[in-house]
């Protein structure tokens, strides 16, 4: 069942308006919807809801509601990935992936070992990152659209990670304390906010590590072998949904 996304003020009593254009236009030429279908909407903040189609026009789509519930895909617990900004499309395929799995924030990070410069339009990538977020939550039908915030330094990410109940730091070279270790701690169940951070190619240098584990993060290795940097990330967040949302 398709699912879209719309502003509370769009939502009435007993009917929903979708009024963005490029929705208008998917739903109608893309997905040749007809009036009596029946779709998914979200608010994005709380509820969902099933409509039947009433109304397709060249500017709006409306339709009455059938069904308004919580929701019921959304995670618990609140990942918030800082990511090590990858060379050429491997971005791309992590925020696709992660979004399915159900982190919450992305914030892509500058580190001393990436590759990528910003050369004045970093925003452009930002716009684009955000997209490919927005079609990756409508694919796996989740109530929330998870945001892909501005590209910060390490250092600034380090002092965003504050606002995090717990953070951890994957690290290649961590070779006491595994992922599944800290997450199968008992102490570990009463965090909801969680930061996950995942250094680009080549990883973190020395000095980044140990500022990291200063400011508080826990070391954690992924296992044996050195992961790709598309797939620790996914690694990560596949192992914390599956300890976490039981």
Known sequence: ???????????????IYITDRDDVKHLSKVLRHRI???????????????????EISADEV???ILTKRPFEREPYHRVTLYQGIPKQGK??????KTVELGVDR???????????????????????????????????????????????????AAEHMKENDFNIFCYEDEN?????????????????NIGLIIGPEGGFSEK???????????????????????????????MLMYELEQ
Do not use: H
């Open 1 to 15: 069942m398709s699912r879209f996304f719309v502003e509370e003020k769009n939502i009435k009593e007993d009917i």
């Open 36 to 54: 009596s279908d029946i779709i998914e909407i979200s608010d994005n903040r709380e509820f969902e809801y099933e409509i039947e189609l009433t």
């Open 62 to 64: 409306c339709g009455t």
């Open 91 to 96: 971005m791309e395929l992590i925020i696709q």
């Open 106 to 156: 992305i914030i892509p990070v500058f580190t001393e070992r990436t590759v990528v410069q910003d050369k004045g339009n970093f925003s452009k990538k930002t716009e684009r990152w955000q997209k490919i977020a927005d079609e990756a939550v409508k694919q796996c039908r989740r109530g929330v659209i998870p945001s892909v915030e501005d590209a910060i330094s390490f250092e600034d």
């Open 176 to 192: 006491k304390t595994t992922l599944k270790e800290i997450l199968r701690d008992d102490s570990f169940n009463g965090y909801k």
């Open 208 to 238: 980044e590590c140990s500022f990291i584990t200063e400011a508080g993060a826990a070391s954690a290795s992924l296992g044996k072998t050195i992961l790709r940097v598309e797939t620790a990330s996914v690694a990560a967040m596949a």
